[in-house]
């Protein structure tokens, strides 16, 4: 089936589209998420407000885009180490390395997703582009955990969790446990909390290698959870 090429209007379009989204990343960068502004980005790119708003009827409309946009980069990122790698162990390590690497070159786009909230931000009420990313990130390593551990009997129970995240992640993973949630959780504790202090600037001060502090933890979070 030959595949249909767009045109040129279709082109420059996405292209717009993209500096729009490269811009508001930037100011963000300079000045936090509450900087983010369509019409400071008309100013940047010499467009009038109007051919802007054309793109991105509001700044709910792009912040919505962008986060859409970064969820499914990390998304993706994180599931195509997953794929590439072979044994449970081996593939959380691959996906608690590709973390890392994908937030320490996109720090902008971590600091929106898991960071200081947009101010003032309202996301589309029939399609949160937060709880999207979330859905698939938080359920893709629930499922790893959940193949890498060993089965035990922690004490945690459904009512332990708020039921909208629960109803969230069960429908795709249908024979995921109360104590395989609770470890995941922890798990992601320990992996996001190094990823953020580095992003944030907090690791480099007091460690020349973080690198090497990141592989030993991701290499004692599979010790502890390896089947025998």
Known sequence: MDQVMPTRRERLRAQTTREITEIALRQMAADGPGAISLRGIAREMGMTARAIYSYFPTRDDLVTALIRDVGNSLADTLEAARDAATSPEEKLLAWGHAL?????????????????????????????????????????????????????????????????????????????????????????????????????????????????????????????????
């Open 100 to 228: 890392r690497e994908w937030a320490l070159a996109n720090p902008q786009g971590f600091r929106l997703i898991y960071g200081d909230p947009v101010p003032g931000y309202q996301p589309p009420a029939d399609e949160n582009p937060i709880d999207q990313a979330a859905r698939r990130i938080c359920g893709g390593l629930n499922q790893l955990v959940a193949n890498a551990c060993r089965p035990t009997d922690t004490g945690f129970t459904w009512s332990d969790f708020p039921a909208s995240y629960r109803d969230r992640l069960q429908p795709d993973i249908p024979d995921l446990s109360p104590a395989a949630m609770a470890l995941a959780l922890r798990v992601w504790g320990r992996m996001h909390g190094l990823v953020t202090l580095e992003v944030f600037g907090h690791l480099g001060s007091v460690s020349n290698d973080p690198a090497a502090v990141y592989r030993a933890e991701m290499l004692d979070i599979v010790r502890s959870l390896t089947v025998e």
